[in-house]
C-alpha cells in the first residue's frame, strides 16, 4: 500500500489496548439499603417510591410504596416516621419530610380514584383475619394480593381498630379510614362487623378456615390504685376516646384531670379541651422522660392543654384531687418529696396504658402468653400450628406503622405455611450511611413544612390540624431525597471516567463498566454521589 | 416558609447529568452521543485528570462547531499518552507539534483555514492549540504570546497539572509555591518550590485584551462546557486554563482526582473565573469554604508540611495566598462582597 512520506505503519487506534490489565481493583454498581427503608416498621421501600414521585409519576410512586403498605393517607398522618429520624438528608440540612410525600401520594390516590389490581389468581384457601385493626387490615391486603379468600371478623362497629377508637379525627379524619379501607375489601376481603371472635378455634372450624391471623389490638384500659372518694368519678381514657365514635358524649364536667404521660393522655387532653373542658395532665416525670412525642406535647400546650409534670395523684374527691410533688433521684426516677397540693377535678380519666383482651384464645394448646402478651416465633405464629398473631397483641412497639410491618410480614408467612413451605426474606443489602455519599451534588434546599390549622378552630373543632402539601411542595420536598444507595441516574459515573469505560444503557436502564479498558482508578466510587458504585478487589 | 416553587432538581447542574432536566439542559458529556474525542486505551495513568479535562474541553469543542475541529498538540503527557505511533486515541483531526511551538502551528492552521475558506475550498473549520502548562507557561510562552498579539483564531487550552509530569514532576513555572517536585526538592529551610517565583498566566492572558480568557477545573464540568462553548462563539485568540489534578505528580489517590480539583476551587487555591477583553466578567463561587489544609494534606507534594512539626507558618503563607484569591476575585458570591 502507497504511504504518505515518511508513514512506515497504518494509523491504528488506542482501542487495541486493553487497559483493563493494569486494574487492581474494579468498581461493581450495587444497591444499598437507604437508611430510611431499613429504619421503616412497615418495611417500605421508600427511596423506590420517592424516586418517581420525583419525576411527577404520582401514581408510579403510590403503587410502589402500596406494595408494601396499603395505607399511605392513614401513615402520613399518623406514623411517627422513624425514617425521617434516619434521613441521610438531615447530615446535609434536614430530613427528607417523607411522611408528609407520603400522606400527599394517598390523598392524591383517593382524589383519583386509584384501585389496588385485583388478585391474578386463587389458591383456594381461607384465612380468617381477627380485628380489623392496622395489623388485620394489613394482613388481609397482603393475603388477598396473594390470592387467598380472606375474611376479617372485627367486634366493633367500624374498621379500624385504634385508628378509629383511639386516634382522634383532628388528626385522622374518618373518611381517610373509609377510603383505605374500602379499597382493601374491593379486593374481595370480606368485612364481618359487629361479630366479636369469642373462641378462635371454634370460629376457625365453623368458617372453614385454613389459617387465622389475630390482631385483636390491647383495649383495655389499665388501672392504678388512687384512693378515692365514692362521689369520684373516674374513667379510662380509652373508653373516652372510643366514646367519641358516636356513642354517647362522656360526662366528664369542665375540670378534667387526666393521669399519665403517653400519646393517649395527650390525644384524650387535646380531645377534652375541644369539647370545652379544661384538661390538666398529671404525669410523675419530666417533660423530656414523658413516653408522649414532644411535638404532641407541644401541639397539646399550644392549645392550652395544662401540665403537672413530676406529680402522682394521692387521692380522688368529688370535685378535687390531692397530688404530690415528685422528685427525680440520681437514676432518674420518680420520688416522692412529702409536699401536697390540691386540684380542683369534675373527673380523673386514667390514660395509663392498655392490656390485651386474650379471651378468644381460651383453651388452644401451644400458646403462650407472657406479661399479658401472644408470645409468636420470627414467622409470626404462635405457638399453635396455624395461628398467626401481630401488632399490639404480641410483644412490640404499639405503633400503627409496626401493627401494618406485622401483618405483612404475617402475611408472606401464612402464604408459605399454606403452601407447605417457608418464607425466606431476600437478604438484606449494607446500608448506605452518609459516609458512602458524595453530598456534594446536591442543591440546597429547605425542607417543606406542612400548614397547621389556626389556633382557635384547633381549641374548639375537630378539624384535622396538620395540612397536607400541594403538588409543587410535595414534588420540591421529594426532590429533596439523595437516593441513598441507589442509582437514580446522574451520570457522573459516565461522565467522570477519564477512559470512557462506562457505558451508558439509557433511561431506566442505568449503566455498565466496559472492564476492557476500566483502569480501575475509581473515580467514579467516588463522585457517585449516592454511593451505588462499590471498588472491589480482582480476584489474583 | 421560603421555598422555590419550582425549579429543583434535586442536583441541579451539579452532577454530569440529571434525569430531571429536559435532554437540553444536559451537559455534553452526559449524552451517550458525545464524540469521545479521546478514545479508551490511552496510556495515562490510572485517573488521570489530564485525560478527562481534555475529553470535556475538546468534546465540548467538537459539540460548539458539529464536528469541524482540527487540533495542534504540544509534548506532554496528553500527546505522549494518546499517541503512540501508530496508535492514537483521538478521534478528531490531530497533529502533533513541538514540545514549545504548538500556539505557532494552530496560528498557521487556522491561518491556511482563512485561505482556503477564501477560495472556498473549505467549510468553516476551526482550531484549537493544547498542551500542559510546561509546554505552555514556560517553553511555548513566546508562541502563545505571539498568537494572542495577533489575535489569532484560535482557541488555546492549557491543562495545568502544575509541573513537567511527562518527564518525571520536574517543577514548572506554574508549580505552586512549597511543592516538592524532583527539581524542587522537600529539603532545607525552605523545602520545595519556592515562594514569588512562577508566572499566573490566566493574568497574563488578561493582560493581552485578547477577546476570551477563562480557567476552569475538571470539578466544575457545566462551567467547563459553558467556557468551551462560549469560546467557540467568539473568534480572535481565546485562552481557558484548565486546573487537572495528576495522582502521580502530586502524589494523590487515583480515586480523587475530581475530589482535588473541587478542593483546588474550593479553598480559593484556584480561582475560577471568565473574562472578555481584559475585563473579568463572572467567578464560580465557592460553595462550601474550606481551609488549604484540606487541599493540602492528601498530596504527598506537600507531605514535609505535615511532619512532627508541621509548617504552620508555609500553610499560612499558602492560606494567605488563597485569601487574597479569593478577595482579589470575589470568590465567595455576591452577598459575601
Ligand atoms: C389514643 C391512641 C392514639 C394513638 N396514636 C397513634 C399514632 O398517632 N401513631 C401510631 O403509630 N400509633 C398510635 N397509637 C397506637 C396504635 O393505634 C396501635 O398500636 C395500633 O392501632 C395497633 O394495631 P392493631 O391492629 O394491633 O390493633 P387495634 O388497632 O387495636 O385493632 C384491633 C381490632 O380488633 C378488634 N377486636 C378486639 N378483640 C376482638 C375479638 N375478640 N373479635 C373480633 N375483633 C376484635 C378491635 O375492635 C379492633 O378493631 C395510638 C393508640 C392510642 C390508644
Ligand atoms: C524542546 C523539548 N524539550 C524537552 C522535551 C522533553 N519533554 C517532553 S514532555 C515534557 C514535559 C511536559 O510538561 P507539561 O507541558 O507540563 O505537560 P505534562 O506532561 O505535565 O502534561 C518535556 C520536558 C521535549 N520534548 N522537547
Ligand atoms: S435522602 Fe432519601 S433515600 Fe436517603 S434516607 Fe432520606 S429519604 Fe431515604
Ligand atoms: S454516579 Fe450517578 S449515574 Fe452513576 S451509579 Fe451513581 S447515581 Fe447512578
Ligand atoms: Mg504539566
Redo the contacts between chains.
Keep these: 500500500m502507497d504511504k504518505p512520506f515518511a508513514i512506515t505503519l497504518d494509523p491504528g487506534s488506542s482501542l487495541a489496548n486493553k487497559t483493563g490489565s493494569w486494574r487492581t481493583f474494579k468498581p461493581v454498581y450495587l444497591d444499598r439499603l437507604p437508611p430510611c427503608n431499613a429504619t421503616c416498621p412497615a418495611g417500605e421501600n421508600i427511596q423506590g417510591w420517592l424516586f418517581h414521585a420525583e419525576s411527577g409519576d404520582y401514581e408510579a410512586a403510590w403503587r410502589s410504596l402500596t406494595e408494601n403498605n396499603p395505607l399511605p393517607a392513614i401513615m402520613g398522618r399518623v406514623c411517627y416516621h422513624p425514617c425521617e429520624g434516619a434521613c441521610n438528608r438531615q447530615h446535609v440540612d434536614t430530613a427528607v419530610g417523607i411522611n408528609s410525600i407520603e400522606r400527599f401520594l394517598g390523598d392524591e390516590a383517593i382524589r383519583r380514584g386509584w384501585a389496588f389490581p385485583k388478585p391474578a389468581v386463587k389458591t383456594g384457601k381461607r384465612v380468617l383475619v381477627v380485628g380489623a385493626g392496622p395489623s388485620g387490615l394489613s394482613a388481609a391486603y397482603h393475603l388477598a394480593r396473594l390470592g387467598h379468600a380472606v375474611e376479617v371478623q372485627e367486634a366493633g362497629p367500624y374498621a379500624g381498630g385504634m385508628m378509629r377508637f383511639g386516634i382522634p379525627k383532628y388528626r385522622l379524619p374518618r373518611e381517610v379510614i373509609e377510603a383505605e379501607v374500602g379499597r382493601i375489601l374491593d379486593l374481595g376481603v370480606v368485612l364481618r362487623l359487629n361479630c366479636k371472635v369469642s373462641s378462635i378455634e371454634q370460629a376457625m372450624k365453623e368458617g372453614q378456615f385454613d389459617a387465622a391471623f389475630l390482631a385483636v389490638g390491647a383495649h383495655i384500659g389499665k388501672r392504678a390504685y388512687i384512693p378515692a372518694g365514692t362521689a369520684a368519678k373516674m374513667v379510662d381514657a380509652v373508653s373516652v376516646l372510643r366514646s367519641m365514635e358516636g356513642e354517647e358524649p362522656p360526662m366528664l364536667g369542665r375540670r378534667v384531670v387526666v393521669y399519665g404521660g403517653g400519646n393517649t393522655a395527650i390525644d384524650v387532653a387535646r380531645t377534652v379541651k375541644r369539647m370545652g373542658a379544661e384538661p390538666v395532665i398529671v404525669y410523675r416525670r419530666t417533660r423530656d422522660k414523658a413516653p408522649a412525642h414532644d411535638f404532641e406535647i407541644e401541639e397539646a400546650l399550644q392549645e392550652g392543654v395544662m401540665v403537672k409534670w413530676l406529680s402522682t395523684i394521692k387521692q380522688a374527691e368529688e370535685g378535687e384531687i390531692t397530688i404530690e410533688k415528685m422528685a427525680l433521684d440520681e437514676k432518674g426516677f420518680p420520688q416522692p418529696t412529702g409536699e401536697f397540693e390540691t386540684l380542683a377535678a369534675d373527673s380523673v380519666v386514667l390514660a395509663l396504658g392498655q392490656d390485651v383482651d386474650l379471651g378468644l384464645l381460651d383453651g388452644v394448646p401451644g400458646l403462650e402468653v407472657k406479661d399479658g402478651t401472644v408470645q409468636v416465633g420470627p414467622n409470626m405464629m404462635t405457638g399453635h400450628p396455624g395461628i398467626f398473631a401481630g401488632g399490639d397483641m404480641v410483644p412490640s412497639e404499639r405503633t400503627v406503622t409496626v401493627a401494618v410491618g406485622h401483618g405483612k410480614k404475617a402475611a408472606r408467612h401464612i402464604d408459605a405455611w399454606l403452601r407447605g413451605t417457608a418464607y425466606v426474606p431476600p437478604p438484606k443489602p449494607e446500608i448506605a450511611g452518609i459516609e458512602k455519599l458524595n453530598t456534594w451534588y446536591y442543591s440546597e434546599a429547605p425542607h417543606v413544612v406542612r400548614p397547621t390549622l389556626d389556633i382557635l378552630r384547633r381549641q374548639s373543632s375537630f378539624e384535622e390540624v396538620v395540612q397536607g402539601l400541594d403538588e409543587t411542595n410535595a414534588l420540591f420536598e421529594a426532590r429533596r431525597c439523595l437516593s441513598c444507595g441507589n442509582c437514580f441516574e446522574c451520570d457522573n459515573c459516565y461522565g467522570v471516567c477519564p477512559d470512557n469505560a462506562v457505558i451508558k444503557l439509557g433511561p431506566g436502564k442505568r449503566f455498565e463498566f466496559n472492564y476492557d479498558y476500566c483502569k480501575g482508578c475509581g473515580i467514579c466510587a467516588t463522585e457517585c454521589p449516592c454511593g451505588a458504585i462499590k471498588m472491589v478487589a480482582e480476584g489474583n | 416558609?421560603?421555598?422555590?416553587?419550582?425549579k429543583?432538581?434535586?442536583?441541579?447542574t451539579?452532577?454530569?447529568?440529571?434525569?430531571?432536566l429536559a435532554p437540553e439542559e444536559?451537559?455534553v458529556?452526559?449524552s451517550?452521543k458525545r464524540f469521545?474525542s479521546i478514545?479508551?486505551?490511552?496510556?495515562?495513568c490510572?485517573?488521570?485528570?489530564e485525560?478527562?479535562g481534555a475529553?470535556y474541553a475538546i468534546d465540548a469543542a467538537m459539540e460548539a462547531t458539529q464536528g469541524r475541529l482540527i487540533a495542534a498538540n504540544a509534548t506532554g503527557c496528553l500527546e505522549v499518552f494518546?499517541t503512540p505511533?501508530?496508535?492514537?486515541?483521538w478521534q478528531i483531526p490531530w497533529i502533533h507539534s513541538l514540545f514549545g511551538n504548538t500556539a505557532a502551528v494552530a496560528s498557521g492552521i487556522a491561518a491556511a483555514q482563512k485561505v482556503k475558506m477564501k477560495k472556498g475550498e473549505r467549510r468553516n473549520i476551526r482550531v484549537v492549540a493544547q498542551g500542559g502548562d510546561g509546554g505552555t507557561t514556560d517553553i511555548g510562552f513566546g508562541c502563545l504570546s505571539g498568537m494572542f498579539e495577533r489575535n489569532d483564531d484560535v482557541l488555546y487550552i492549557c491543562y495545568d497539572n502544575g509541573g513537567y509530569m511527562n518527564t518525571g514532576v520536574q517543577r514548572s513555572s506554574a508549580t505552586p509555591p512549597a511543592a516538592r517536585t524532583s527539581t524542587t526538592p522537600a529539603a532545607g529551610a525552605e523545602p520545595g518550590n519556592v515562594f514569588g517565583q512562577g508566572k499566573y498566566l490566566p493574568a497574563i492572558a488578561l493582560a493581552h485584551e485578547i477577546p476570551y480568557v477563562a480557567t476552569a477545573t475538571v470539578a466544575d464540568?457545566r462551567d467547563l462546557e459553558a467556557k468551551v462553548r462560549r469560546a467557540m462563539e467568539i473568534r480572535g485568540a481565546r485562552y481557558i486554563h484548565i486546573l487537572v489534578p495528576c495522582?502521580l505528580g502530586w502524589g494523590t489517590?487515583?480515586?480523587?482526582?475530581?475530589?482535588m480539583a473541587?478542593l483546588a476551587k474550593e479553598t480559593g487555591v484556584f480561582p475560577v473565573f471568565e473574562a472578555e477583553y481584559g475585563e473579568i466578567k463572572s467567578v464560580l463561587a465557592i460553595?462550601?469554604r474550606l481551609p488549604v489544609e484540606d487541599y493540602l494534606k492528601p498530596q504527598k507534594r506537600y507531605a514535609h508540611l505535615f511532619g512532627k512539626t508541621p509548617r504552620i507558618d508555609v500553610i499560612a503563607r499558602l492560606q494567605a495566598l488563597a485569601d487574597r484569591n479569593i478577595r482579589k476575585y470575589g470568590l465567595l458570591g455576591k452577598e459575601a462582597n
Design positions: 416558609m421560603s421555598f422555590q416553587p419550582i429543583f432538581y434535586q442536583t441541579g451539579f452532577t454530569v447529568g440529571n434525569r430531571l444536559r451537559s458529556q452526559a451517550a469521545n478514545n479508551s486505551g490511552h496510556r495515562a490510572q485517573g488521570c485528570g485525560a478527562l475529553r494518546s505511533y501508530p496508535e492514537t486515541s464540568l495522582p489517590a487515583a480515586s480523587d482526582t475530581v475530589r473541587r460553595r462550601h
